[in-house]
């Protein structure tokens, strides 16, 4: 028996875990072209080699590979023919199903998915089928499991995500089986007679689910209801972004949902209280796991919570049947059981932090322990602190790659946080099912318990918010790159055995990874940022330097550069701009350049000289000056140097358009600075919200305005691009940056027509989500990085 063999004979549950997601994960990036009847003649030559007892393992490894891809293609792909992805959706004037899932939010905004049974069409009732997600508007019943209901309404298909980094809405509802949306208005929704649905379900768990989210909100204080919905019922819709996005920032966001970790603590729960009932051992066992695959139920089998219960039953059972378990073939037991009947599980953020963190705590934590820096034999240290610490520590580690990846940062401190910070949360859930328990009882003293769990929680929020403003506790880094990821765990394995043979390795596997990621681009990247109805570009040079252009509006209830530049420029790993420029005072342009300047440290803010009166303006330039920031006027004829090899031209304004005369808005937008970016051969155009009178000064370039990319001006309205303009330019590409649906109802259909006509492909914002141009110094690439 070889190495691997000895391997995979001690776990081969796990093994076969390994390999079947392996295929899964084949299957996803191959996804558009798998050869379906190739790939099962190789699997029927193969599993014969397996019955003739050939090399078993040689030729079963790829095999299960093969059924890995096989299962999530079909799971994806196949539909019966009266889905609703074949049904002529245009001609559809209403839809016809039941509510299968309902969420829930104390606004009034709920959601719910429909299962669609009819469609209407013009003339006739078509039976049909598949998801459809609800979005509650106006329409104010809270609609119940099993209703049946019809709506009057097209279907839409759910939003890419508008910006790089930006949560991808459609692929998390596609995973789900929802491949349509639709909103529910007071006027189109009818709730028909009868109901559908699962018996359990409204009979016992939702009313069950119901009575326990009343109970919460009636009796636990704001924020502290949320979070207990969250860790109960797995309604997590509620919780506050702001809370949320603390958690994140200390590694340990992971506690605001129902995950293995509070599987743990309900099952101890579990065990105690049957315990103290006088069970025998296998009778409390066998208790426990009823109640607990109740609340797994309830909470309608949730990844990591069916992942924890499932390893649960295997290690009781082991238990039950006398025979020794290995903790790595329970949890590939577990997964291998999941992936087979929901193989787009694998694909969930959920699932893969749940596996990642309960396989390596299973994996490294026993390593850990064998080093003799960490062979305590003072008791009280060695179970209270070394092993807490390396069963954290096993836990973050395992999880960086994900981290990384979804959330581009190093949670550093969440070590230290986890080993602080789990305990307390631990009996913060145990208090939670203790409320739960007593108010299903009657006893009356939910209201105390209520009160103790919002102070309970509030003394959770301060230490974990003391946590966020130490400087080590979260390093921020660009998106990796798929390599990048495949390195690291690379590292991680190695460091997981670490020895003297391995730690040259590991030391080069690490230096790699530094070089790959710690480098600015190799190429001028500009992104066009979709911030709705305004402007905003970052402009990346090769050599590290970063110009922020516009930075989109500001409002009341809406601030670009939060809600859109920040994420970004952090998604890029930015961490200091060279260069800050506004257009022209108008505050769809400047608005969010001042969240940016709140953020981020830079170098000069660069104005037209036309004077801005609006009071965010001056709030702009009061920002730049508190920061000691130097603010430069330019004018037509200047340069903004970003190093060697890269130019930077300001074309305008000059003369009449650097003095305020009206303050009009065609004034105002005829101030904006022009800027032409060069980098080789390659150029782009950046106009602001330049109209055809401005346009009109910058003809007497002629060729020197010709430009691979036009950021078109003022979001291609009818008093903008003349073809005269466009001749001189010649694009490829035009970028229009525009809100969908806008008040203005920017862009032209002229204006758009003339670009197609010139040759200048138009992309909007509203359409294509954000921008993104690559240029080597030889020629200008679109970036597909939906």
């Not at 390994?18 to 099962?40: D, T």
């Not at 609800?134 to 939003?159: A, D, H, M, V, W």
């Amino acid at each position: 028996m070889n190495a691997f063999e000895k391997y995979f004979h001690s776990a081969p549950a796990f093994w076969f875990f390994l390999v079947y997601a392996a295929g899964i994960a084949l299957g996803w990036i191959f996804i558009r072209s798998v050869p379906v009847l190739i790939l099962l003649i190789i699997l029927s030559l193969l599993l014969c080699a397996v019955l003739l007892r050939r090399r078993i393992l040689f030729f079963l490894f790829p095999a299960v590979i093969i059924l890995g891809v096989l299962r999530l293609y079909f799971s994806l792909t196949a539909f019966p023919p009266e889905h609703l992805l074949f049904q002529n959706l245009k001609k559809t004037a209403a839809v016809e199903g039941w509510i299968k899932e309902a969420q829930y939010r104390k606004n009034g905004k709920n959601r719910y998915v429909l299962q669609c049974s009819f469609i209407y069409t013009d003339s006739a009732k078509v039976e049909s089928n598949g998801l459809i997600y609800l979005f509650q508007g106006k329409y104010k019943t809270r609609l119940q499991y099993g209703q049946r209901i019809r709506i009057s309404s097209r279907l839409q298909e759910p939003p890419l995500p508008g910006n790089p980094g930006e949560f991808n809405f459609r692929r998390y509802l596609q995973l789900k089986g929802i491949y349509f949306q639709t909103y529910l208005k007071g006027e189109n929704c009818t709730i028909l007679p009868g109901q559908n649905g699962n018996y359990l379900q409204q009979t016992f768990l939702v009313p069950l689910r119901n009575f326990i989210r009343s109970k919460i909100e009636t009796n636990i204080p704001e924020p502290a209801a949320a979070v207990v919905k969250a860790l109960i019922l797995a309604e997590r819709q509620d919780v506050d972004r702001g809370i949320l996005k603390q958690f994140q920032q200390t590694g340990i966001v992971h506690v605001l949902a129902v995950s293995g970790l509070h599987v743990g603590f309900i099952l101890m729960l579990f065990l105690l209280i049957f315990g103290l009932l006088g069970l025998s051992h296998n009778k409390r066992n066998a208790a426990a796991l009823i109640f607990l695959f109740l609340f797994i139920a309830l909470i309608d089998f949730k990844a990591p919570v069916l992942r924890a219960g499932m390893m649960a039953a295997l290690y009781f059972a082991g238990q039950f049947l006398q025979r020794k378990t290995n903790a790595m073939n329970i949890i590939g037991t577990a997964g291998l059981l999941i992936l087979i009947f929901a193989p787009q599980q694998l694909l969930q953020p959920g699932f893969q932090f749940s596996f990642a963190a309960a396989g390596s705590i299973l994996y490294a934590y026993p390593k850990f322990r064998s080093l003799p820096l960490f062979k305590i034999k003072q008791p009280f240290l060695n179970k209270w602190i070394v092993q807490p610490f390396l069963v954290s520590l096993a836990a973050v580690l395992g999880t960086v790659p994900l981290t990384w990846w979804y959330y581009g940062s190093l949670q550093t401190g969440a070590v230290l946080v986890n080993v602080l910070l789990i305990p307390l949360i631990g009996g913060f859930v145990v208090l939670s099912f203790i409320f739960i328990l007593v108010s299903g009882v009657g006893i009356g003293i939910g209201a105390g318990l209520g009160w103790i769990l919002y102070y309970y929680f509030s003394l959770i929020l301060k230490l974990n918010a003391f946590f966020t403003r130490l400087p080590f506790i979260q390093i921020g880094v660009p998106k990796p790159s798929l390599l990048s990821i495949v390195l690291l765990i690379l590292f991680l394995l190695l460091v997981f055995n670490l020895k003297k043979k391995t730690i040259f390795p590991a030391l080069l596997l690490f230096a790699t990874l530094f070089y790959l990621n710690s480098g600015p681009p190799n190429r001028l990247r500009v992104t066009f940022v979709n911030v709705g109805q305004g402007d905003g570009a970052i402009v990346q040079f090769p050599n590290g330097k970063v110009m922020v252009v516009d930075g989109g509006d500001r409002k009341f209830s809406m601030d670009s550069g939060t809600r859109y530049l920040i994420p970004l420029l952090h998604y890029y790993g930015i961490k200091r701009i060279n260069y800050l420029v506004s257009t022209h005072p108008h505050s769809d342009h400047f608005g969010g350049l001042i969240s940016i300047l709140d953020k981020f440290p830079a170098d000069s803010l660069i104005i037209s000289r036309y004077p801005g009166k609006s009071k965010l303006y001056s709030q702009l330039l009061d920002k730049a000056r508190q920061k000691k920031i130097p603010i430069s006027y330019k004018k037509r004829g200047n340069q903004i140097f970003m190093g060697n090899g890269f130019r930077i031209y300001v074309l305008h304004p000059f003369g009449p358009y650097l003095h305020a005369k009206t303050f009009s808005g065609n004034e105002v937008n005829n101030s904006s600075l022009a800027l032409k970016l060069c980098y080789g051969r390659c150029a782009f155009l950046l106009t602001g919200d330049l109209e055809q009178n401005g346009e009109t000064n910058l003809l007497n370039y002629k060729s020197f305005l010709k430009s691979d990319v036009l950021k078109v001006g003022h979001h291609g309205s009818k008093t903008s691009t003349s073809a005269a303009f466009l001749h001189l330019i010649k694009p490829q590409y035009s970028v229009v940056s525009v809100g969908r649906h806008n008040k203005f109802f920017h862009p032209s259909r002229k204006t758009m027509q003339r670009l197609r006509q010139n040759g200048a492909r138009p992309l909007r914002t509203d359409h294509f989500g954000a921008l993104v141009f690559e240029c080597d110094g030889e020629e200008v690439k679109l970036v597909n990085w939906r």
